[in-house]
């Protein structure tokens, strides 16, 4: 596994939150597993029996239009734009639903992994080099339920912005969960003294 070279800003917005009116929410989902010495994020998405049904749909009407491209001349001048159409959407939708983010944090190293059925691209720090781990609010600051994002700062120069738009509290524990791996003796606020 080759890992990519190291951008100065990683941005991955994968957000659930619907930002423009034709576009349908994303139900990114994130799952937090602790392990002693590591912990992993994954994020995936949920909703994929919409997805296969969109798919089979748009497999038969490929099929529908390269026949009417065989077998009629001329057709194929006709209705062959709006059959690279189809499947280059096919393809756009195979690729965002099945993506997954993970995001696994040891002693050791920090390893950032975008993933889908064409694609891969990793990425890996030393943990030495993390330098900050944030929260930030992205919507609804005054609700009960605020939404954020995970944002961790390299001494290199680098920056990562991950899970855009999750609630707050799920953010706030992912970071916690960093911050007890990269550095266990400060990631506890130490009782008052009495």
Not at 1 to 11: C, F, G, H, K
Not at 26 to 36: C, F, G, I, T
Not at 159 to 165: A, C, I, R
């Given at each position: 596994?080759?890992?990519?070279?190291?951008?100065?800003?990683?941005?991955d917005?994968?957000?659930?939150?619907?930002r423009?009116?034709?576009?349908?929410p994303?139900?990114?989902?994130?799952?937090?597993?602790?392990?002693?010495g590591?912990m992993?994020?994954?994020?995936?998405?949920?909703g994929?029996?919409?997805?296969?049904?969109?798919?089979?749909?748009?497999?038969?009407?490929?099929?529908?239009?390269?026949?009417?491209c065989?077998?009629?001349?001329?057709?194929?001048?006709?209705?062959?734009p709006?059959?690279?159409?189809?499947?280059?959407?096919l393809?756009?939708?195979?690729?965002?639903?099945?993506?997954?983010?993970?995001?696994?944090v040891?002693?050791?190293?920090?390893?950032?992994?975008?993933?889908?059925?064409?694609?891969?691209?990793?990425?890996?720090?030393?943990?030495?080099?993390?330098?900050?781990?944030?929260?930030?609010?992205?919507?609804?600051?005054?609700?009960v339920?605020?939404l954020?994002?995970?944002?961790?700062?390299?001494?290199?120069?680098?920056?990562?912005?991950?899970?855009?738009?999750?609630?707050?509290?799920?953010?706030?524990?992912?970071?916690?969960?960093?911050?007890?791996?990269?550095?266990?003796?400060?990631?506890?606020?130490?009782?008052?003294?009495?």
């Open positions: 596994m080759s890992v990519q070279p190291q951008p100065a800003l990683i941005l917005y994968a957000s659930p939150r619907k423009v009116r034709l576009r349908m994303v139900k990114s989902h994130l799952d937090l597993v602790r392990e002693p590591r992993m994020v994954i994020e995936s998405l949920r994929k029996d919409g997805a296969i049904g969109a798919i089979v749909f748009a497999g038969f009407m490929l099929g529908y239009l390269g026949l009417f065989i077998e009629i001349r001329g057709a194929a001048w006709v209705l062959g709006f059959w690279l159409a189809e499947a280059v959407v393809v756009l939708v195979i690729h965002q639903t099945w993506r997954r983010t993970l995001l696994t040891a002693a050791e190293t920090i390893d950032l992994k975008f993933t889908s059925p064409f694609m891969s691209k990793p990425y890996q720090w030393p943990t030495i080099d993390l330098s900050e781990v944030l929260t930030k609010v992205t919507a609804n600051p005054k609700s339920r605020p954020g994002e995970l944002r961790m700062q390299f001494a290199s120069g680098g920056e990562v912005h991950l899970f855009s738009d999750h609630p707050l509290k799920e953010i706030d524990a992912i970071a916690g969960a960093i911050r007890e791996i990269t550095d266990p003796v400060t990631a506890i606020d130490p009782l008052p003294p009495q």
